[in-house]
């Protein structure tokens, strides 16, 4: 009977096995973390202001896994792949036997070069161990310096301030959110923050990072001086290909897929932040995207694959980011976009329409409070899924219903 073998307990390795069964696979399959926690979502660690100290959102209870026959192997380390063999290798010594393998070992967080590591007053966040030890210092009287000005500097700078403590965020960039976000949006962001108190720094390059007695020291290169109690450096994350480089695995921008998820050897699979994929919705463009709902998708697709279905990645990307009462959203590439109409709503909220030269819609991106923009995001979602060439009057025209042009 096959064995299928998943690494990577996270949010898509867990949710691919649990598709596995809910698909009708009745083999064995193994599932390995190195975590000793059970496979939990990541994005409520960098959000909510509670003064309650984090608990893990798990995917599914113990029970669960045992109900569907997987076995859960926690604080386990893969240290080779051997594809000839068709089996990995365990830091103990012990091997595993598996039919097909799929691999979703996420990404980790990319470390600042001269901070040496994490340590107890300059630390990254991409665990629930990390969250932890982050909201010890989150608290009023306390100063938080965070390098980085992406979604987890600017998420963990929220939560900081909505708990009471001080918070510098240090950004190299002329701007925050300079990757991926309109300019239009990251000034919403930036402005809310300073309401809220936050000293958003953005241009500013970094000389040196240590710590100095009880404080970490952040110098930049203009000669100031920035202490603060903690600090938080959010710049980025990096796929973990350790495994699929030692085994042979093509790389590109972490481990390079096909379209229906097949890594460059036969029986091995990859999905998740860890792996790039082709979408031919644009083109064929290689992308990794480091989200929730991909995590999700993938988990799926990589299941349905491993089955014998051929199904190919056909989904649009998705982002959202909740900083304050504020929910920023984002639908498709605006990379190649050259016209931008805007949609004003109601309470500051507006949506940002990406289009081509040709007029081809390629994104959306939009920010308000709560659900304000959820509705419109996703129906500009289904027009980009279609291929659609809206017109920029009716985009721009609040009175006009998206879901009117998605019928034409």
């Not at 967080?109 to 007053?121: I, K, V, Y």
């Not at 792996?275 to 644009?282: D, G, Q």
């Not at 004003?344 to 081809?360: E, K, N, P, V």
């Amino acid at each position: 009977m096959a064995h299928f073998v998943i690494v990577g307990a996270g949010e898509c390795g867990a949710r691919a096995a649990f598709a596995l069964r809910e698909k009708g696979f009745d083999g064995d399959i193994t599932l390995v973390g190195s975590e000793p926690l059970a496979p939990y979502e990541r994005p409520p660690l960098s959000k909510g202001g509670s003064n309650a100290a984090p608990e893990p959102k798990f995917i599914a209870a113990l029970e669960r896994y045992r109900e569907q026959s997987i076995d859960l192997k926690l604080d386990t380390t893969v240290t080779t792949i051997d594809p000839a063999t068709k089996t990995i290798g365990f830091s103990e010594g012990q091997t595993l036997a598996y039919g097909k393998l799929l691999l979703t070992t996420g990404a980790s967080a990319r470390n600042l070069p001269g901070a040496n590591g994490a340590s107890h007053r300059i630390r990254m966040l991409r665990t629930h161990a990390d969250a932890v030890a982050l909201h010890a210092a989150l608290h009023p009287g306390r100063h938080i310096a965070i390098i980085g000005g992406g979604f987890i500097g600017l998420e963990l700078a929220a939560t900081a301030r909505t708990r009471g403590a001080d918070v510098t965020v240090i950004e190299g960039l002329p701007r925050v959110l300079k990757r991926g976000v309109p300019e239009a949006i990251a000034e919403a962001i930036t402005a809310r923050h300073r309401l809220e108190g936050a000293d958003i720094r953005c241009g500013q390059a970094i000389e040196a990072v240590r710590e100095e007695g009880n404080r970490a020291v952040v110098r930049l290169v203009n000669g100031e001086a920035i202490s603060a109690d903690l600090l938080l450096v959010g710049i980025g994350a990096q796929p973990n290909v350790a495994l699929a480089a030692d085994a042979g695995l093509t790389l590109d921008n972490g481990i390079a897929v096909n379209e229906r998820l097949e890594t460059s050897i036969a029986d091995i699979y990859a999905a998740g932040d860890c792996c790039s994929f082709p979408l031919a919705l644009y083109g064929g463009r290689r992308v990794r995207l480091e989200s929730w709902r991909n995590a999700h998708e993938q988990a799926n697709l990589a299941a349905a694959n491993m089955l014998g279905e051929g199904a190919e990645i056909s989904a649009v990307p998705w982002f959202w980011s909740d900083q304050y009462d504020l929910t920023l959203q984002i639908a498709g590439l605006a990379d190649d976009a050259t016209v931008h109409v805007r949609r004003d709503l109601d309470d500051g909220a507006f949506i940002l329409f990406h289009l081509g030269a040709d007029g081809r819609l390629l994104a959306a991106s939009g920010i308000g409070r709560g659900n304000a923009i959820a509705r419109d995001i996703r129906l500009a979602e289904m027009l980009i899924t279609a291929r659609a060439y809206p017109d920029q009057t009716a985009l721009a025209a609040s009175s006009v219903k998206l879901k009117s042009l998605l019928a034409a």
